[in-house]
């Protein structure tokens, strides 16, 4: 009761992290009816493209066979002749077998991606544990691929028993025909049994890859706790987060502030806003070094007047330069005008008290 019942607050989708962890111990969603349909349309193209190479092989190994001496087939001779025709099929099958072991390996990284997993690979000693083995065997998942494997046995079955029924004339008559003749109709029927059972097998593999994919994501699964300790781990407590953002806040505000005392002038609402601009050729146009609303803008008056830093009212350009400027951006060219004429103004002001 109490799995079913954290089973049940598995609500949340695998984080990132949970993802890679779930990867480094092997679980991945893959579908091995995926791969038996792979293999087996390999399997048969290879043999449509090879298909006179075959049977030119088989007649060979027969001629060499049968041209083998009475008297050179005895016990003492026999792991001689299997070794010769084990060297003689193997030409023959080496690209079937080698074909299929390429297509088997690039469909599963196809399915999964390339990565070796040590974790994976290594001993779980635990696998070991009869009673453990005995709750793997009698599992609903174990049921369902049986259940799946007695569907696809029996459904291949009946496809066999359709084609070889009206074929029985045939086969009988393989005895009778050539070697050409024999591989011939084996490989006719055995591709008509094939192809049919192709049909099949992209069906199941269609809903197989599917089901592996949702009992995948549903395994991996995540408590809303789990999310939130790993949120600790990888980026520190919210709590802790919290407060250094609002420590850097504070601490970007004071900078804001000691920039106002070097401000060329300050533009305000005049209760409102307030905008400190400062003005140097290289910057190309006056940049905005500290703004505020409010208590902050009352802030920054204040401190402007602190430090002798004239303080200009006006509405229109405050409510503009506020809303389209961000501090350290500079002044937007459709302002230029504007605030060169208040620059002018201060600047004059400025001349005339030195004079």
Known sequence: MPERNESAERTESATPKRRREAREEGQVARSQEVNSFVILTAGTLITIGFHSYVIEGIEKVFVQ????????????????IAMNLFMWFCPIVAPFFLGIIGVGFLVNVGQVGFHISPKALSPKFDKLNPV???KRILSWRAVLEACK??????????ISYKVFRPAINDIMALSLGSSPDIVGTIIRIGGSIVLRALIVMIVVAALDYAFQFWQHEKSIKMTLREVRDELKETEGDPLVRQKMKSIQREMARRRMMEAVKEADVVITNPTSIAVALKYKPEFHAPKIIAKGRKHLAERIRKIAVDARVPVVENKPLAWALFESCKIGELVPVHLYKAVAEILAYVFSLKNKVRL
Request: hydrophobic share 40%; net charge positive; glycine share 14%.
């Open 65 to 80: 066979s049968f041209n083998l001496s009475p008297s050179y087939i005895e016990p003492g001779n026999m792991s001689r």
């Open 132 to 134: 453990n083995g005995l």
């Open 149 to 158: 494997s007695a569907m696809k046995i029996g459904v291949i079955g009946f």
